[in-house]
Each structure stands twice: as C-alpha cells, then as structure tokens.
C-alpha cells in the first residue's frame, strides 16, 4: 500500500513563494496519476492540479500561470511550485494519487483512493 507524506508548507507573505513536496512510499509511484487539493477555513475542499503517469498537467483556473505540478518518478516524490501566493491560497494542501486510467483526467476528489495528511500553507496578506 502506497503511503503519501506532504512537506513544505508554513506562513509566507503574499506575492512569495513555496514549494510543497508529496513523498510517496512503494515501488508503483510511477504508474499513479497524482493530485493536489486544498481546503481553505470554511470552504470545501478543492481540486489545484494534477499530474498523469504521461506527465499531462491539469489546473484548477485559480492557480493557473502561478502553479506548477512536477513529479521525480527516480524518487517517488511529486512537487507543487506555489509563486505569486495570494491570501486566498491559505489552506491543508493535501496530495492524493491513484493508478492511472487514460480515461481520467483526476481533477475531482473521487478520482483517488489514496491521500496524505496534508500540510498548512498560510498567506499573510
């Protein structure tokens, strides 16, 4: 069974920068699509990016142009590169990973089976 492990986050200024980090255990982790979501104080939570075993990205139109979803299969280790933050980004970032299907494009929660814990991100603005 896959394990995920976020890292990275903490309190940053807005406009600054983080990058999270999704450490994943097993020796599949090249054959999952992989997500991110997020949820803020009182919102649902919400799809940011992902990422198929292809490489194809999705964006959630939110953080499109300042987000960046990569993944280091030589690792097992997916990463999300946060810039140009905003207040509105404050929230448990969580990552998630399923096997990949071609048919899916993984932007919705039920997409996956497997979640971390998730890691606080906090914008002062």
């Known amino acids: 069974q896959v394990q995920l492990v976020e890292s990275g986050g903490g309190l940053v200024q807005a406009g600054g920068s983080l990058r999270l980090s999704c450490a994943a255990s097993g020796r599949t982790f090249s054959t999952y699509a992989m997500g991110w979501f997020r949820q803020g104080p009182g919102k649902e939570r919400e799809f940011v990016a992902a990422i198929k075993r292809s490489g194809i990205t999705y964006y959630a139109e939110p953080v499109k142009g300042r987000f960046t979803i990569s993944r280091d299969n030589a690792k097992n280790t997916m990463y999300l590169q946060m810039n140009s933050l905003k207040f509105e980004d404050t929230a448990v970032y969580h990552c998630?990973?399923?096997?990949?299907?071609?048919?899916?494009?993984?932007?919705?929660?039920?997409?996956?089976?497997?979640w971390g814990q998730g890691t606080q991100v906090t914008v002062s603005s």
């Open positions: 998630a990973a399923d096997q990949d299907r071609f048919y899916k494009d993984y932007r919705t929660s039920d997409d996956y089976a497997l």
